[in-house]
């Protein structure tokens, strides 16, 4: 499989459920990405790994945790979540240069998340 | 902090007909690069094209070019012979530092 996949495409839960969302890219990338989208709102960058380790984290509640055990997986874990927290939940990949730069990202198709 | 900006929430185009999409952003670096993605209502987002500040030239893919004016921080992307299937929301996009800088997003749509 190619590109940059994530599971589930759909996800509908409780606000007191945990779940996780997952992201693989299969481009041998060093540097991966989580992205909310909302309605009419510009994407928020949420969580960065670049080699693994967490280098952005945007202010983010704590009801978000990523995970990135490799260069080629992310995670989502989602815990006690409110329903404003509904979005397009986007994961991308892309290859850090040495000029401290980023090259082009590669999407996934996203999970559609809703919290009721 | 870099900032973009789409003024353009929504946009229509004539098929086969050129369209010009707006994007300016500001940034206190010297070195960056400049994108457009394009989001088709399946949601995979996609790269149009890509810009390098540093180079003069503008970038061209295709049916896509851009008129990148640096010293006005300004990259608008033009679309020729418009295709219905570029019906889609556009994104500009900043980087440097690693990370990623979105616009708001124009909505284009592609009339038969």
């Known amino acids: 499989e190619t590109g940059v996949t994530q599971t589930p495409r759909h996800l509908v839960m409780g606000m007191t459920n945990k779940k996780s969302l997952k992201c693989e890219q299969h481009l041998g990338h060093n540097a991966m990405y989580w992205y909310k989208q909302s309605a009419k709102k510009p994407l928020e960058l949420m969580f960065v790994y670049s080699l693994e380790e967490r280098v952005e984290n945007n202010s983010v509640p704590s009801r978000f945790s990523p995970e990135c055990p490799n260069s080629s997986h992310l995670f989502l874990h989602l815990h006690t979540l409110q329903p404003e927290d509904s979005a397009l939940y986007l994961c991308?990949?892309?290859?850090?240069?040495?000029?401290?730069?980023?090259?082009?990202?590669?999407f996934g198709p996203g999970t559609r998340l809703t919290v009721l | 902090a870099q900032t973009v900006t789409q003024s353009q929430p929504e946009m229509s185009v004539q098929e086969a007909e050129t369209v010009t999409l707006s994007c300016t952003y500001d940034t206190s670096e010297n070195n960056y690069y400049l994108f457009w993605y394009k989001q088709p209502p399946s949601r995979q987002m996609i790269l149009v094209i890509r810009?390098?500040?540093?180079?003069?030239q503008n970038a061209t893919e295709n049916r896509f070019s851009v008129n990148f004016q640096k010293a006005a921080k300004s990259f608008s992307l033009k679309i020729s012979d418009s295709q219905l299937g570029d019906t889609a929301m556009y994104f500009c996009a900043s980087s440097n530092t690693g990370k990623l800088i979105f616009g708001q997003g124009t909505t284009l749509q592609v009339k038969p």
């Open positions: 991308a990949s892309s290859q850090a240069l040495a000029s401290g730069g980023v090259g082009e990202q590669f």
């Open positions: 810009q390098e500040a540093y180079k003069q």
